[in-house]
T-cell receptor, first 113, second 112 residues
Framework: DVKVTQSSRYLVKRTGEKVFLECVQDMDHENMFWYRQDPGLGLRLIYFSYDVKMKEKGDIPEGYSVSREKKERFSLILESASTNQTSMYLC????????????FGPGTRLTVT | QKEVEQDPGPLSVPEGAIVSLNCTYSNSAFQYFMWYRQYSRKGPELLMYTYSSGNKEDGRFTAQVDKSSKYISLFIRDSQPSDSATYLCAADSGAGSYQLTFGKGTKLSVIP
């Protein structure tokens, strides 16, 4: 079974703090994704990566950056957390091998106060 | 215009009912279609995956794609309280993009 893990289930941070969210997958997938999920807005893609050290902006990259130094690990960084970044953050991974389905981690519920 | 539209519900049915969940899409380039189930406060879990038009069955679940009408359906037979969750449909063009386009999800409650 594909396993995608995220570093924290719940996180509380203060406005202005730098926040790191980590994601690790164990299926040797090439592609990794970061989404945020908010009520009424659905899943929105922040960034994705299709290879080590490669990254592409998604629909809402402002205020975020990412790092992928190893194939299995994809980090999301909130440079200076703001209250409007309070959300559920979901990491996903997928393979290049044709079928495109993505496998999600359990999510990190981030609250910025 | 959103590329994948999904009625958010909520949808409430009695245990044992047949449930029909639906999405429509606008991009005729979509080739791969998925259904995800998401329990409260958890990540989405891949439920079904189909390529192009047709049906796919897995136990009590049937996924159906009609590309002529751009319609995606998920049927749940003999629904159980454990099926209570939010169901997300998703599609991908298959044209070299690794991204998925998601519907916003339909919240389903199965009442014992």
């Amino acid at each position: 079974d594909v396993k995608v893990t995220q570093s924290s289930r719940y996180l509380v941070k203060r406005t202005g703090e730098k926040v790191f969210l980590e994601c690790v997958q164990d299926m040797d997938h090439e592609n990794m994704f970061w989404y945020r999920q908010d009520p009424g807005l659905g899943l929105r893609l922040i960034y994705f990566s299709y290879d080590v050290k490669m990254k592409e902006k998604g629909d809402i990259p402002e205020g975020y950056s990412v790092s992928r130094e190893k194939k299995e690990r994809f980090s999301l960084i909130l440079e200076s957390a703001s209250t409007n970044q309070t959300s559920m953050y979901l990491c996903a991974s997928s393979s290049w091998s044709g079928s495109y389905e993505q496998y999600f981690g359990p999510g990190t519920r981030l609250t910025v106060t | 215009q959103k590329e994948v539209e999904q009625d958010p519900g909520p949808l409430s049915v009695p245990e044992g009912a047949i449930v029909s969940l639906n999405c429509t899409y606008s991009n005729s380039a979509f080739q791969y279609f998925m259904w995800y189930r998401q329990y409260s406060r958890k990540g989405p879990e891949l439920l079904m995956y189909t390529y192009s038009s047709g049906n796919k069955e897995d136990g009590r679940f049937t996924a159906q794609v009609d590309k002529s009408s751009k319609y995606i359906s998920l049927f749940i037979r003999d629904s159980q309280p454990s099926d209570s969750a939010t169901y997300l449909c998703a599609a991908d063009s298959g044209a070299g993009s690794y991204q998925l386009t998601f519907g916003k999800g339909t919240k389903l409650s199965v009442i014992p």
